[in-house]
């Protein structure tokens, strides 16, 4: 099984700043299958990021990712007031797919 | 637009059965491999079980082989999870979700089951 293993747990901060969320592999993820979801309280997952570095249909450009092998980074460039969320990173290259455990944004 | 909608939920009692359903709309759903992921209250996604287009292979996460079983109909254009023996770890939200190969584009807005005597 491909661990997924996201940092920090919780990050604060401030409307308009930057963003940095990691998330590690315990294995190498082939093919660049690698997704970011948002989540917010009360709603499904919503896919942000696909192959790595993808946008999703409807995804602003000020999200972006980044990454390769086992080491992937999901930055939000500028924070708006609805990007405060959950965020999980996910592995469907193999079975059983995998996600991380999620990284709270929350609002400093 | 993908439109995914969950039904079924419940309350049951452990060692008890359920059936989820999810209806498709928007997209050619026999294109789609489909998949069942659930959020037990106050914690992390976790993938469940996925099924190929055809319906013809099934992958299971190792918790629920054996007791879970993933279908679909495609004519109904509708996925199935049938739940046997269920256990208080399985209460969750279980969504239904879908996409091009494993990718989870699409999801619903979930349904939840709740094991409890």
């Known amino acids: 099984e491909n661990v997924l293993t996201q940092s920090p747990g919780t990050l604060s901060l401030s409307p308009g700043e930057r963003a940095t969320l990691s998330c590690r592999a315990s294995q190498s993820v082939a093919k660049n299958y690698l997704g970011w979801y948002q989540q917010q309280p009360g709603q499904a997952p919503r896919l942000l990021i696909y192959?790595?570095?993808n946008r999703a249909t409807g995804i602003p450009d000020r999200f972006s990712g980044t990454g390769s092998g086992t080491d992937f980074t999901l930055t939000i460039s500028r924070l708006e007031p609805e990007d405060f969320a959950v965020y999980y990173c996910?592995?469907?290259?193999?079975?059983?797919?995998?996600f991380g455990q999620g990284t709270r944004l929350e609002i400093k | 637009e993908a439109h995914l909608v969950e039904s079924g939920g419940d309350l049951v009692q452990p060692g008890g059965s359920l059936r989820l359903s999810c209806a498709a709309s928007g997209f050619t759903f026999s294109s789609y491999w489909m998949n069942w992921v659930r959020q037990a209250p106050g914690k992390g996604l976790e993938w469940v079980a996925i099924?190929?287009?055809?319906?013809?292979?099934?992958l299971y996460i190792d918790s629920v082989r054996g007791r879970f079983t993933i279908s679909r109909d495609n004519g109904k254009r509708s996925l199935y999870l049938q739940m046997n023996s269920l256990r208080a770890e399985d209460t969750a939200v279980y969504y239904c979700?879908?996409?091009?190969?494993?990718?989870?584009?699409?999801w619903g807005q979930g349904v939840l089951v709740t094991v409890s005597s």
């Open positions: 192959d790595v570095s």
């Open positions: 979700a879908g996409g091009t190969g494993w990718l989870t584009e699409s």
């Open positions: 099924i190929r287009q055809d319906g013809g292979e099934q």
């Open positions: 996910q592995q469907y290259a193999t079975s059983p797919l995998t």
